[in-house]
């Protein structure tokens, strides 16, 4: 497996909000080129690093990642790039999941990767904002985006815009296939407008489904709430959790589901915000050479 990067962050860092909150993700970052994915935004990170041409790798062994995995006692290993489920050793996933390490792939839904996404606990997917534009894109995004969500996984949705004028109606295919269900959609934004275009397209989205989040400089959306009767649920700045209230996986207020998975936090831990910043990000071959004097993060 050909590793270019590897990162230690929040699990609000991917993005997840609903999946671990609060918690540790180790991120591998896959070997890959600049021809194998669109532009999405400024704000994407595959969209950022294949700007650089090749994001070259080195052969790591899959027993390097459950280690560091393992040492940092990360709640979440993310495997990121083009093609990351055809290309992650099935009998890395094994090994993560005996270490009860959830296993999540950040994919585009193309190529082979749709045929292993199911290997993951869950799915990350990333729209860019070409598929949006072009309806000979995104009926197939969409349609692919469907069977996702009739397996059993949980799924976050990112899509990138490059400003919100119109942005509801330009989200309207993935909103019709998210609509009725829990799944959270995380809307990224290059260019605000000025923030009341991004409020105006927040507010449409909030309409229709029960968890929209907005990224933008300016104007960000990224806080919880409850669907049913609007409570504050969860608190979030950057890619921190700063406050979390639920009582077994409820609404703290009206007992209405919130669809928190997994370890549930009330907030991101200091120790690993003040190791990381919130993400940090090294060369694999550094692998060999951490100490873990300290013992996990």
Not at 260 to 268: A, K, L, P, V
Request: proline share 6%; charged share 25%.
């Amino acid at each position: 497996m050909r590793v270019a990067m590897i990162g230690l962050g929040s699990v609000e860092s991917v993005p997840v909000y609903h999946y671990h909150p609060g918690g540790t993700a180790v991120r591998v970052w896959l070997e890959q080129y600049a021809d194998d994915i669109y532009s999405c935004s400024d704000e994407c990170e595959i969209c950022v690093f294949s700007r650089r041409g090749v994001l070259e790798g080195v052969e790591t062994e899959p027993e390097e990642i459950l280690d560091y995995a393992v040492r940092v006692g990360a709640d979440m290993t993310v495997f990121e790039g083009p093609y990351p489920a055809s290309e992650v050793p099935e009998s890395l996933v094994e090994l993560l999941r005996k270490k009860e390490i959830t296993v999540a792939f950040r994919s585009m839904l193309v190529g082979s990767d749709l045929n292993k996404l199911n290997l993951a606990d869950l799915v990350v997917v990333d729209i860019p904002r070409d598929y949006l534009i072009d309806r000979s894109l995104s009926i197939p995004i969409v349609k692919n985006l469907y069977r996702l969500i009739d397996a059993d996984l949980w799924i976050e949705v990112n899509v990138y815009l490059r400003d919100p004028i119109d942005g509801a109606q330009k989200l309207a295919p993935v909103v019709e296939a998210l609509n009725g269900t829990l799944f959270p959609l995380h809307v990224h934004v290059a260019d605000h407008k000025g923030g009341g275009p991004v409020r105006d397209m927040y507010n449409s989205l909030k309409r229709k489904l029960a968890h929209v989040y907005v990224h933008s400089d300016l104007y960000s959306k990224t806080d919880t709430y409850c669907p049913s009767c609007g409570a504050h649920i969860a608190t979030r700045e950057g890619i921190t959790l700063e406050a979390l209230s639920v009582v077994k996986g409820r609404c703290w207020r009206c007992g209405g589901i919130i669809p928190f998975h997994g370890r549930i936090r009330e907030r991101t831990p200091k120790n690993l915000l003040i190791a990381t910043g919130g993400v940090r990000w090294m060369h694999p071959r550094l692998l060999k050479g951490i100490n873990f004097s300290r013992g996990p993060m």
